[in-house]
C-alpha cells in the first residue's frame, strides 16, 4: 500500500465529515494504518487575520506537523476533510504533507438536501444556520468555478458508508 492522502472537499452540509468517519471505518476493516486530519480544527481561532478570513494560512502552518506526526506513527492513509477553494492552493497541501501523493475528491450534495442537513445540523442556532446556508451556495458556486481535477461523488443518495466506499473506489 503506497502512503496517500484523500482531501474530500466540498461546500458546507456536503458530508466531508461524516464521509471521512465512514471511510476510516472502512479502512480499519481492511487493515490500513491511517488518520483523520480535521482541518476545521486546525484552522480554528479567532479572530482570523487581515486578508484571510478562514485562517487558511493557520491550517497549512498547523498541518506540516500533524501530518508529519501521524506518518511518523504509522499512518499510511491521511483523510483530510475540508476545503480548496482554488486549485493553485492544492500544491501548497501537498508540500504540507511532505510530498505525499494527494487526490482531492469533490463531493457534491443536491441543494435541497444539502440545505437539509444545515436546517437540521444548526436548529438550536439561527444565525449559524443562516450563515451556512448562504455559505452553501456561494462556497459551492466558487467549487465549481475552480474546477480542481479528481473524482466527485454525489453524497445525495447514499449512506455514509456508501460515500466512503465511493471515495475509496480507484484511489486504493
Not at 104 to 126: K, M, N, Q, S
Not at 145 to 153: D, E
Request: aromatic content about 4%; glycine content about 8%; overall charge negative.
Amino acid at each position: 500500500m503506497r502512503e496517500q492522502a484523500l482531501f474530500l472537499n466540498g461546500t458546507v452540509g456536503v458530508g466531508k465529515s461524516t464521509t471521512a468517519d465512514a471511510v476510516s471505518a472502512l479502512l480499519i476493516e481492511r487493515g490500513i494504518p491511517h488518520a483523520i486530519i480535521d482541518l476545521d480544527a486546525l484552522r480554528a481561532g479567532w479572530p482570523a487575520p487581515e486578508g484571510d478570513p478562514f485562517n487558511s494560512a493557520l491550517e497549512l502552518a498547523n498541518l506540516r506537523p500533524v501530518a508529519a506526526n501521524h506518518r511518523a506513527a504509522g499512518a499510511q492513509i491521511l483523510v483530510l476533510p475540508g476545503v480548496i477553494e482554488d486549485a493553485a492552493n492544492v500544491p501548497r497541501y501537498r508540500d504540507a504533507l511532505g510530498g505525499l501523493p494527494l487526490t482531492v475528491l469533490r463531493l457534491t450534495v443536491d441543494p435541497a438536501i444539502g440545505e437539509a442537513r444545515l436546517r437540521a445540523r444548526h436548529r438550536d442556532d439561527d444565525a449559524a444556520a443562516a450563515w451556512h446556508l448562504r455559505r452553501f451556495g456561494e462556497l459551492d458556486a466558487v467549487l465549481d468555478a475552480a474546477r480542481i481535477p479528481g473524482p466527485v461523488v454525489d453524497t445525495s443518495r447514499l449512506t455514509p458508508r456508501e460515500a466512503a466506499a465511493r471515495v475509496l473506489d480507484g484511489v486504493l
